[in-house]
C-alpha cells in the first residue's frame, strides 16, 4: 500500500476516533446525533427532531471542545516528538529532553502557591506563565550548548537538556516543601487533564499549533538530509547551526502551548513517531503531519479512556499515558539494545 492511501485511511480513522470520543461519555449520546448536532452548529444543517437542548449543550459545550483540545495537544506533542527524534538521531529522545517539561511545571507551581494573576491574561496567567518559563528553559538549553560546543552536538544537547530538567525539577521540589498545602493542586496539574476546558482553551492552542506546524513543514527537506549526519548536511551546504536553533524553538512553541494548557502528558511525543516511521518510512513530508494525526489520535483515545474507565471519576491522562507508554519505551530501549 502506497503512503498516500496510508494517509487517507489514517485521516478516516482518526475522524472515527474523534467522533466516537465526542459521542461516548456518561451519557452516551448516538453517533449519528452527535454528527447532527455538529453540522447544524458547523453547517446549519437542520437537526433529527429525537434531539434534545441537552444532548446538544453535552455535545458543543462539553465533549467537543475537550476532544479538540486533546487531538491539538496530542498532534503537537507527537510533532515535537517527531522533530526531536530526528534531529537528536535518537528514538528515545523527545521535547522533555529539552527542559519544556520541568520550566512549564515551574511557572505553574509558582503561580498556583503565590496565587499571582497577571492584568492583561487574568484568568489565562498560569499557562501563560507555564509556556513562556517552558520557552525559557529550551533558550536556556540552547545558550548552555552553544558556550560548551559551538557546533552544538546531539550529546552535548541531551546532557544540557538533562541536567537543566533536574536542576529545575529540584527547585519545583523545594518550592512544594514550602508550600505544601498547594502539593495536590501542582500534582494534580502535572499529571495532566483535558477537564472543564471549553473552546477558549482550543482557540489558546490555535495560534502555537499554526507557528509550529508551518514552521516545521518547512524544513522538512532539511531534516532528512540531517538523518545523513551532520558532515554531510554541511557538505551539502545546509547550515546545521540554524537548523537545529530552529527547529529546537519551534519544538518549544508546540510543545511548551500544550504543556502549558493541559499539564505534564508524557510519552505521546514518543509513541506517535515512532510508529509513523515504522508504517511510514523516515520522509519528513509524511513524518511530521502523520505525527501529529496519529498523536492526536491516541491523545483522544486516552482522554476517552481517563474519563470512562472508572467512570464518574476521572483519571488523569498523563496517568493513562505512562501506564501504555513506559511498557512501549521498554520495548523501544530493549530491541534498540538487541
Known amino acids: 500500500m502506497t503512503n498516500k492511501k496510508k494517509s487517507i485511511l489514517s485521516i478516516i480513522t482518526v475522524l472515527i476516533i474523534l467522533l466516537l470520543g465526542t459521542s461516548i461519555g456518561s451519557s452516551d449520546i448516538s453517533l449519528i ?42 498532534g503537537c ?35 498556583i ?24 528553559t529550551v533558550f536556556s538549553v540552547i545558550l548552555f550548548s552553544t558556550k560548551i560546543d559551538k557546533a552544538m552536538s546531539n550529546n552535548t544537547i541531551i546532557l544540557i537538556g538533562m541536567v537543566l530538567s533536574l536542576f529545575v525539577n529540584a527547585l519545583l521540589t523545594t518550592l512544594t516543601s514550602f508550600f505544601s498545602n498547594d502539593l495536590k493542586k501542582i500534582a494534580l496539574w502535572q499529571m495532566g487533564s483535558f477537564a472543564m476546558r471549553g473552546w477558549t482553551y482550543v482557540n489558546l492552542i490555535l495560534p502555537f499549533f499554526l507557528i509550529g506546524m508551518i514552521g516545521v513543514l518547512r524544513f522538512t527537506k532539511e531534516m532528512d538530509i540531517l538523518t545523513f549526519g ?22 518549544a ?11 505534564t502528558i508524557g510519552f505521546v511525543d514518543l509513541i506517535a513517531p515512532h510508529i509513523v516511521r515504522k508504517v511510514f518510512g523516515s520522509n519528513h513530508r509524511y513524518v511530521v503531519p502523520m ?17 470512562t474507565i472508572v467512570a464518574p471519576m476521572e483519571l ?23
Do not use: H
Open 316 to 338: 488523569p491522562v498523563g496517568a493513562v499515558t505512562a501506564l501504555i507508554g513506559a511498557p512501549f519505551f521498554a520495548y523501544v530501549y530493549f530491541k534498540k539494545g538487541r
Open 113 to 136: 502557591v503565590t496565587g499571582i494573576t497577571i492584568p492583561v491574561v487574568g484568568s489565562f496567567t498560569l499557562p501563560f506563565v507555564g509556556f513562556v518559563f517552558g520557552l525559557m
Open 253 to 263: 512553541i508546540l510543545t511548551g502551548g500544550s504543556v502549558a494548557l493541559s499539564g
Open 291 to 307: 505525527s501529529f494525526l496519529f498523536g492526536g489520535g491516541l491523545m483522544v483515545t486516552t482522554d476517552l479512556i481517563a474519563r
Open 33 to 74: 446525533d452527535t454528527l447532527s448536532i455538529i453540522l447544524n452548529k458547523t453547517l446549519n444543517i437542520s437537526l433529527a427532531e429525537s434531539i434534545t437542548a441537552k444532548d446538544i449543550s453535552i455535545i458543543w459545550k462539553l465533549r467537543l471542545p475537550r476532544v479538540l483540545l486533546a487531538f491539538l495537544v496530542g
Open 230 to 251: 551532520e558532515e554531510q548536511a554541511k557538505a551539502v551546504g545546509v547550515d546545521t547551526y540554524k537548523v537545529k536553533r530552529k527547529l529546537f524553538i519551534l519544538c
Open 77 to 111: 506533542l507527537a510533532t515535537g516528538g517527531s522533530v526531536v527524534q530526528s534531529v537528536l538521531k535518537n528514538e528515545l529522545a523527545s521535547p522533555y529532553t529539552l527542559g519544556v517539561s520541568s520550566g512549564a511545571s515551574l511557572g505553574a507551581g509558582l503561580i
